[in-house]
């Protein structure tokens, strides 16, 4: 496609519910990243694939996150049993290149736990 | 540990000045820099970077400044117009063998009068 698409926009979420964000790269993109933005803050990595590879989740907040690129194109961030603190705004980016550089983001999945 | 930070969380400027965002880093073998426009609803759309071995680059009606001797970059747009209002941040685009992550500052809101 033209963009990164992310999927739901906007993601209203009960607390304890388990919750799933979809990504579509740009078709052919190899790296793929996770970003969550908090409120009236910068992004904050979560983490990044290289095809199917998840080469680092350093990110990840809690064992609650979990994140898939199973055939090396669209990816799930998926959320267990949310909690209030999880609200933020995801935020998924792909490049062409190997080496972490040339980011085109999409326009994120916003959850807000209730 | 390292961060990148901005000074002003806030700038308003009247249309046709120019505005200048400032961003502070606090690693000294930071190497490669880039500027992000973030507009309500989307997600961080680049600007304009530059590497350690420059001083200044330039763009259309936008300039980044790096300053490696007190650790402090900033972002000047001319002309500010309507449509230059967002959310202005700097990131770290940290190399390969770091994982090629972005560390983002909080960023400065830009408010343009008309």
């Known amino acids: 496609g033209a963009g990164v698409s992310q999927s739901p926009r906007y993601k209203v979420a009960k607390r304890g519910q388990d919750v799933a964000l979809r990504c579509d790269p740009i078709s052919g993109h190899v790296s793929l990243f996770w970003y969550q933005q908090a409120l009236g803050q910068g992004p904050e990595f979560l983490t990044y694939?290289?095809?199917?590879?998840?080469?680092?989740k350093s990110g990840l907040p809690s064992d609650r996150f979990f994140a898939e690129r199973p055939e090396g194109s669209v990816s799930t961030l998926k959320i267990q049993r949310t909690q209030q603190e999880d609200s933020a705004v995801y935020l998924c980016?792909?490049?062409?290149?190997?080496?972490?550089?040339?980011?085109?983001f999409g326009s994120g999945t916003r959850l807000t736990v209730v | 540990g390292e961060s990148v930070g901005l000074h002003l969380p806030t700038l308003s400027v009247q249309e046709g000045d120019n505005s200048i965002i400032n961003c502070a880093y606090s690693?000294?073998?930071?190497?490669?820099f880039i500027w992000y426009k973030q507009e309500s609803g989307k997600g961080p759309q680049f600007i304009i970077d530059?590497?350690?071995?420059?001083d200044k680059r330039q763009g259309q009606r936008v300039t980044v400044l790096l300053n490696k001797t007190v650790k402090h970059l900033s972002l000047q747009i001319a002309a500010t117009q309507p449509g230059d209002s967002a959310v202005y941040f700097c990131a770290e685009n940290l190399p390969p063998n770091q994982g090629g992550k972005l560390i983002f500052g909080q960023g400065t809101e830009l408010s343009v009068k008309p």
């Open positions: 690693n000294s073998a930071s190497d490669y």
């Open positions: 530059i590497r350690s071995n420059m």
């Open positions: 980016a792909s490049s062409h290149r190997r080496d972490g550089y040339g980011y085109t």
């Open positions: 694939f290289q095809n199917e590879a998840q080469l680092d």
